[in-house]
Nanobody, 120 residues
Framework: QLQASGGGLVQAGGSLRLSCAAS????????MGWFRQAPGKERKFVAA????????YYADSVKGRFTISRDNVKNTVYLQMNALKPEDTAVYYC???????????????WGQGTLVTVSS
């Protein structure tokens, strides 16, 4: 089970940190990713991190502004979001996958999503 949290309303240029807590499975066995879905649009890849935290990947739209990290002791993956823009507004979902990939269909488990709203 994955539980995402940390969303909220923030002004453009601000920061938020999302968390995704895992339970019920061996968290450290999984690569983890963040996706987002804006109203009326498909779910899109944001960032992914390898099981040991050594490999990370980002969508071009967030590179340099967002940082994904994980704590395998706390069974939690984070998404630090800085310099937020109105176009970052979306529901953010965390997912777990056996392979490190930006492809939505390769993720096996999903959290419930947390809403991020960036005002201009």
């Amino acid at each position: 089970q994955l539980q995402a949290s940390g969303g909220g309303l923030v002004q453009a240029g601000g920061s938020l940190r999302l968390s995704c807590a895992a339970s019920g499975r061996t968290f450290s066995n999984y690569n983890m990713g963040w996706f987002r879905q804006a109203p009326g649009k498909e779910r899109k890849f944001v960032a992914a991190i390898g099981w040991n935290g050594r490999s990370t990947y980002y969508a071009d739209s967030v590179k340099g502004r967002f940082t994904i990290s994980r704590d395998n002791v706390k069974n939690t993956v984070y998404l630090q979001m800085n310099a937020l823009k109105p176009e970052d507004t979306a529901v953010y979902y965390c997912g777990a996958t056996g392979i490190l990939t930006p492809r939505y269909s390769d993720y096996d488990y999903w959290g419930q999503g947390t809403l991020v709203t960036v005002s201009s």
